[in-house]
């Protein structure tokens, strides 16, 4: 399984990104799917995360609201779109895939997705 994350860019304060995602390898109806991200300096933090079907997301307080993850199962992709973006956004985000087995609970912890993508880098202006 290979993820490979796209769509990242700089923008200003209160502008607007989609970060994609296209799994490679296997379907993504097999995997939870989720974005992370990191800043410098700082640990790799949950971000948002999506059930097999959509049928359940899940976000961090952060970015509640403002961000919106979304799959395509036809495309083997998930998508993250993010409005209204600010400063403390900016980092590199990752895709991860957690295989369904393992179950909806812990969707926010990094721990238990099984693959990762490359990153891809926001940059957010004041």
């Known amino acids: 399984v290979q993820l490979q994350a796209s769509g990242g860019g700089s923008v200003q304060s209160g502008g607007s990104l989609r970060l994609s995602c296209a799994l490679s390898?296997?379907?993504?109806?097999?995997?939870?799917m989720g974005w992370f991200r990191q800043a410098p300096g700082k640990e790799r933090e949950f971000v948002a995360a999506?059930?097999?079907?959509?049928?359940?997301?899940y976000y961090a307080d952060s970015v509640k609201g403002r961000f919106t993850i979304s799959r395509e199962n036809a495309e083997n992709t998930v998508y993250l779109r993010m409005n209204n973006l600010k400063p403390d956004d900016a980092a590199v985000y990752y895709c991860?895939?957690?295989?369904?087995?393992?179950?909806?609970?812990?969707?926010?912890?990094?721990?238990?997705?099984?693959?990762w993508g490359q990153g891809t880098q926001v940059t957010v202006s004041s």
């Open positions: 999506i059930s097999w079907h959509g049928e359940y997301t």
């Open positions: 390898g296997r379907s993504i109806n097999s995997y939870i």
């Open positions: 991860a895939a957690k295989e369904r087995r393992k179950g909806w609970d812990h969707a926010s912890n990094r721990d238990s997705y099984n693959y």
